[in-house]
């Protein structure tokens, strides 16, 4: 049985128990809980057809101009790859999902969002963990908006910074000291040790023409 305090927070973090492990003072506490309704079942599985109009309100509501891709085009990839298409459903109500589809050879993170009254909460996490399972054999790329490179990192995906920019705008001489994997007239993938916000606002203000992103990785076995 998997349960998640709800309205108030007791921890953070997901309760996750077998009832007839409990002594007797903790059965009555969740009893207590039930009753007064305080505790929700949730699960993390595909989001089905019916569902992905729900899916687009959490992503509009949390992601906003941020968003990648159109609705159009996420339902093109619904429709063609919905095993990578997963929501998070608390007391059976969609709360967090998170998008993918296969590119060229690796498997892309498109949209990841967790409603704002519960974020915090391990709901990101389960989302990822679920969409790696329906991974096996894929190497994952997520490409992370500035307040998610910490969470990424935690989940033990691997960055490199993406540099974009109008050719002619910078040159390759203009990143001399930088250690570049791949490289043409208007992007660099540049190894980076220092994967900080601090760091992206620094180069953000030293190259203000150019577009920087972190894509972590991770390969899934």
């Known amino acids: 049985m998997r349960l ?39 699960e993390v599985r595909n989001i089905t ?8 309100d959490i992503l509009d509501s949390e992601l906003g101009k941020k968003r990648v891709r ?7 990839k619904f429709n063609q790859y919905p095993q990578f298409f997963i929501g998070v459903f608390l007391g059976g109500d969609l ?11 690796y498997l892309l993170i498109s949209e990841l969002a967790v409603d704002g009254k ?8 389960l989302l990822v963990e679920e969409f ?10 997520a490409g992370a908006q500035d307040g998610t490179i910490d969470f990424y990192k935690s989940l033990l995906y ?17 990143f001399n000291g930088f250690k570049i994997n791949k490289s043409n007239e208007e992007f660099l993938e540049i190894n980076e040790e220092n994967v900080s916000l601090e760091r992206l606002e620094e180069l953000r203000k030293r190259f203000p023409k150019a577009y920087f992103q972190y894509i972590f990785t991770k390969k899934v076995d």
């Open 95 to 105: 709360i967090g999902v998170v998008c993918g589809f296969p590119r060229e050879d």
């Open 118 to 125: 519960f974020q915090r909460r391990g709901f990101g996490k």
């Open 4 to 42: 998640i305090y709800e309205e108030r927070v007791i921890s953070k973090e997901i309760i996750e128990f077998n009832e007839e492990d409990l002594d007797g003072a903790e059965k009555e506490i969740i009893s207590d809980f039930n009753k007064m309704k305080l505790l929700e079942t949730f």
């Open 70 to 76: 159109s609705n159009v085009s996420l339902r093109e």
């Open 158 to 174: 691997k960055p490199f910074l993406l540099v974009q920019f109008n050719e002619g705008d910078y040159f390759p001489e203009d």
């Open 132 to 141: 790696e399972k329906k991974a096996r054999g894929y190497k994952i790329k």
């Open 49 to 56: 057809k019916s569902e992905f109009n729900s899916a687009l």
